[in-house]
């Protein structure tokens, strides 16, 4: 049984990548974070960093030497390009490599070939080649949509203006993690190697429809009076596609692929009955939980 002590992370200055790197610092790894320029207290002193070339597995690999475990926490449009972190990894002698995806249906085979979701299939692909090859181990992590980003974006529900575009009707299903419950859950997997060896690991700390959402808000504040209107997840996704193929590659338009998938319940399999929440330390919320974040949103 293998042990991890030495961890490495890149992408720790995005916005899941600080959690991330506060999980990892909190359960007393030694840290180490992979950065394009060093900024003088930009982290804690108890993290060692590292300038490095992302383009280079030679630069990467001499910074890799005597870590354990990699974790990324890249950005979306450099999803591809872990593909070099993956060999410097071997490279170094690393032993497990847990790659950034982090999503709801990331993992789903419908999903294989479409924009978005393609290069996080090729990293796994790739992965499964080389743990094959017995060259380094590997775990995805998938654990639903960002609960932080649900309530803050007003993807699920508009709080601010007390709107709801309801999905398929609303009563489609979606698992959902917070973003320092991720950083919990990667903690889970370093500290049980083998059980989280080259699998797909599931958490949810919750799993919500529109609907549900909806009659909370209601029961909380029934003096409030909720716009009501309802739109295709089969057409959103549409939408998307078409935009994204016409060269419109804004925010908006990658949304619109991400909750045409993400919010079509059973379609792309974007909720978890069966979760590792036990093995990796997650706890679920609690219908008072739940109330509570809601509360404060219609504060």
Not at 39 to 67: C, H, M, N, Q
Not at 104 to 129: D, G, H, R, V
Not at 166 to 185: H, Q, R
Not at 203 to 232: F, H
């Amino acid at each position: 049984m293998s042990e991890i002590k030495s961890v490495a992370i890149a992408g720790a200055s995005g916005t899941l990548g600080l959690h991330v790197l506060k999980a990892l610092v909190d359960a007393n790894f030694q840290v180490t974070v992979l950065t394009r320029s060093k900024k003088p207290g930009a982290y804690d002193a108890r993290v060692t960093v590292v300038e490095v070339d992302f383009t280079s597995v030679e630069s990467l690999t001499a910074s890799l030497k005597g870590i354990d475990a990699l974790v990324s926490t890249v950005a979306g449009t450099v999803i591809e390009s872990q593909t070099v972190l993956i060999d410097a990894a071997i490279a170094a002698g690393v032993k497990r490599f847990i790659p950034s995806e982090y999503g709801s249906c990331t993992t789903n085979p419908k999903l294989e070939s479409m924009p978005i979701y393609a290069p996080m299939f090729k990293i796994k692909q790739y992965l499964q080649e080389k743990a094959k090859a017995g060259q380094l181990t590997w775990t995805v992590l998938a654990c639903g949509a960002f609960l932080d980003f649900l309530f803050g974006h007003s993807m699920i529900l508009n709080f601010e203006n007390h709107k709801a575009t309801l999905f398929d009707e609303g009563d489609n299903k979606i698992s959902s993690t917070s973003m320092p419950n991720v950083g919990k859950a990667i903690v889970g997997i370093l500290k049980n190697f083998e059980a989280t060896k080259n699998k797909i690991v599931r958490t949810s700390e919750v799993i919500l429809t529109q609907n549900g959402l909806l009659r909370i808000a209601q029961g909380l504040r029934p003096d409030i009076k909720w716009e009501i209107s309802k739109i295709q997840t089969s057409v959103t996704l549409k939408e998307g596609l078409e935009e994204l193929k016409a060269g419109d590659f804004s925010m908006p338009v990658i949304l619109k692929i991400l909750a045409g998938t993400a919010f079509a319940g059973e379609t792309y399999g974007s909720f978890y009955d069966e979760t590792d929440n036990e093995l990796l330390g997650i706890n679920k919320l609690t219908e008072e939980d739940l109330k509570k974040l809601v509360a404060e949103k219609l504060a």
